[in-house]
């Protein structure tokens, strides 16, 4: 399997017909609309390959013609609409820049700009409907049309809808600047700023594919803030005097704007003059002294500006003093944690090999963020310790056959004993000849299985479990070797523990006996099997999922 590749395993076994069939049928638009395993997100998401082919399965058998938000196609989408929105944040705006000169004349703007950016916004609606959404609540990916239109319609749909459909309508009844309703209309624009959140959203996303650090992603959504919020003071510092105009005839006469030392500048000018003004009331810093704001509506509006201004102000001054403080704090944390994890290597003269994997199994289990997990349950009670540990481990509950038809109190009991290891690409779990003193059960990731003759037989992956024969058998060592393809997660029940659930539940062990004899008839015709076939050693998966050599 090419996945193993990038862990340096150069696997020997051939992918499961049905699968190759499944994959080689899939058409260029389902996969498009299917999980994307190269994203980032996707393997944030995911613990490891078995879990997104099956969500893959999962997606294209229940929900075809809906677009998975793990997609190429919505990457794609995403990056196209980051480009409309920013345009969009920045030309609505711009809409009150058109400054209405003596013969009142005045117009919606660029109209082949305008029908490009609300065209696009009207398509992305309706994509919308069709597009599943990650719940982070509850930690779900939503793909049925019901909870897809539900979530949409209401969040923000409304304001989308507000933000094109009222401009069409006043572009296609081609309304008189004069009329009060053409402002109307034209103020419907500025609920564009309500997507000022997904435009952030879309950056981190397309961040996180250049692995760019979240801190710099961070800043760079605090500066995309701010630069919005002084272009939009700046370009909004004419609208109350037009709009007034329009509802109170004669109010323009003594608004700011009229000022010749303005209206004599060109387009590009006025604007420096707007952006100056508007950074400058923000930051409190005064006014100019031409162009002060004369009428009370300009007053209010500069008013409204200082106040919102010193409100992100603090805001942002807060945010960063958190957001370093918080970096600063796991970085310390994490360092220390690495400079004694340096020195034991140093001082134990450990190969670089055996250096790579300490850091890399730190790096795993603290996921660069410093925590004591042992302290954290230690200080809840019984009950929620137990809580825990029941969602810790339910997707192997739910996997793996062992655990089908088992009461619930055994269930608990099983997992309460249960300790984690962890296993990095190439380390070898146990080899021919080991005591078997415990199972595993795997959690996330790959583990392959080699016979006495070193010849690659079978992979196991998320729910399978392996290594109960030699607690059956006569003989308690081990007849294969295994070995981690992956980053894989491991859940192991020792022999001890498994003896005192076999006292207190005998059906258990009659379970236990009952597979792994029935994965023991098929070693031998395996063996057989693989000894009469071609070098390339290939068996169907089917034949494969009842091998174990433990």
């Excluded at 760019?212 to 002084?230: A, F, G, N, R, S």
């Excluded at 055994?410 to 003193?437: A, H, P, Q, W």
């Excluded at 192991?492 to 006292?503: A, G, I, T």
Aim: charged residues 20%.
């Amino acid at each position: 399997m090419k996945y193993f590749e990038k862990f340096g395993h150069f696997c020997s076994l051939k992918y499961d017909e049905k699968l190759e069939n499944y994959l080689d049928n899939l058409t260029w638009f389902q996969y498009l609309i299917t999980i994307d395993p190269s994203s980032p997100i996707t393997t944030s998401f995911f613990n490891s390959h078995s879990a997104v082919v099956n969500g893959m399965k999962y997606h294209l058998k229940n929900y075809p013609n809906t677009i998975h938000p793990f997609s190429k196609l919505k990457f794609i989408i995403e990056c196209i609409m980051s480009v409309i929105f920013l345009c969009g944040l920045i030309y609505t705006p711009l809409l009150y820049m058109y400054y209405i000169r003596k013969d009142d004349q005045d117009t919606f703007g660029n109209v082949p700009v305008i029908y490009t950016i609300k065209l696009a916004c009207a398509l992305d609606m309706i994509l919308r409907f069709f597009t599943g959404r990650v719940d982070e609540r509850n930690v779900e990916i939503i793909l049925d049309k019901k909870g897809i239109t539900r979530k949409y319609l209401c969040g923000l749909f409304i304001f989308d809808f507000m933000t094109n459909f009222p401009f069409f309508i006043g572009l296609l009844m081609n309304l008189n600047p004069h009329d009060p309703e053409f402002h109307i209309v034209k103020l419907t624009t500025l609920f564009r700023i309500v997507r000022l959140p997904s435009l952030l959203r879309y950056i981190q996303r397309l961040m996180m594919r250049f692995k760019i650090e979240d801190i710099y992603v961070q800043i760079l959504k605090l500066l995309l803030c701010w630069l919005c919020l002084i272009h939009w003071a700046a370009c909004l510092h004419m609208a109350p005097g037009i709009i007034m105009s329009k509802f109170h005839v004669g109010v323009r006469v003594n608004a700011w704007y009229e000022n010749p030392i303005f209206q004599e500048k060109d387009s590009f000018s006025k604007y420096v003059i707007c952006l100056f003004k508007g950074v400058k009331t923000i930051l409190g810093t005064g006014y100019i002294k031409e162009l002060q704001p004369i009428m009370y509506f300009d007053k209010i509006y500069s008013s409204v500006l200082a106040i919102v201004g010193r409100i992100c102000l603090f805001v942002t001054l807060a945010y960063m003093y958190q957001l370093l403080r918080s970096c600063k704090s796991a970085e310390l944390r994490y360092d220390e944690m690495m400079v004694q994890l340096n020195k034991y290597t140093s001082c134990n003269r450990l190969p670089k090999s055996t250096q790579v994997k300490l850091k890399n199994n730190y790096d795993y289990i603290f996921c660069k963020q410093f925590f004591n997990e042992r302290e954290i349950l230690e200080t809840v009670s019984t009950q929620l310790r137990q809580e825990i540990m029941i969602h810790n481990t339910r997707q192997l509950v739910e996997n793996s056959q062992f655990f089908e038809n088992l009461p619930s109190s055994l269930i608990i009991r099983i997992i309460s004993v249960l300790t984690i290891e962890l296993y990095f690409e190439n380390d070898v779990i146990y080899n021919v000849g080991d005591i078997g003193s415990s199972i595993f059960f795997i959690t996330s990731g790959s583990v392959g299985f080699y016979s006495p003759s070193n010849k690659e037989v079978c992979h196991y992956n998320d729910g399978d479990y392996f290594g109960e024969m030699s607690f059956i058998s006569d003989v308690d060592y081990r007849f294969c070797k295994a070995i981690a393809l992956e980053t894989t997660e491991c859940y192991k029940l020792s022999r001890e523990d498994f003896q005192h659930l076999v006292n207190s539940y005998p059906d258990l062990l009659q379970k236990v006996e009952a597979l792994a004899l029935e994965r023991m008839e098929n070693i031998f015709m395996l063996e057989e099997f693989s000894n009469t076939k071609s070098d390339d050693g290939y068996m169907s998966i089917n034949q494969r999922r009842f091998f174990m050599q433990n």
